[in-house]
């Protein structure tokens, strides 16, 4: 098993840039994929952005463009770097290892001016 542990949330203008972190509790190399979801008052939670562990990305359409994920293996962490923020990305993110299925806590994010 492996804890993961978000931070980085915050409140943030529209148009302003937030950083989130997920630090793993283990060695994420041999991750097949680390993700990030979000999920918004009364709505499902929906997949944001993927990172293999080649490197390689995939976004959500409305979040391509702006949000970029990255990952540094040295540093168990994952990161979702957020700009251009939207009323509408205000939700809780949370982060997901697709080795053994484990989420973190969440850290809520809210876009308000």
């Known amino acids: 098993q492996v804890q993961l542990v978000e931070s980085g949330g915050g409140l943030v203008q529209p148009g302003g840039s937030l950083r989130l972190s997920c630090a793993a509790s283990?060695?994420?190399?041999?991750?097949?994929?680390m993700e990030w979801y979000r999920q918004a008052p009364g709505k499902q939670r929906e997949l944001v952005a993927v990172?293999?562990?080649?490197?390689?990305?995939n976004y959500a359409d409305s979040v391509r463009g702006r949000f970029t994920i990255s990952r540094d293996n040295a540093k168990n962490t994952v990161y979702l770097q957020m700009n251009s923020l939207k009323p509408e990305d205000t939700a809780v993110y949370y982060c997901?290892?697709?080795?053994?299925?484990?989420w973190g806590q969440g850290t809520q994010v809210t876009v308000s001016s």
């Open positions: 283990r060695n994420i190399f041999s991750f097949p994929v």
């Open positions: 997901h290892e697709g080795l053994f299925g484990s």
């Open positions: 990172i293999t562990s080649g490197g390689s990305t």
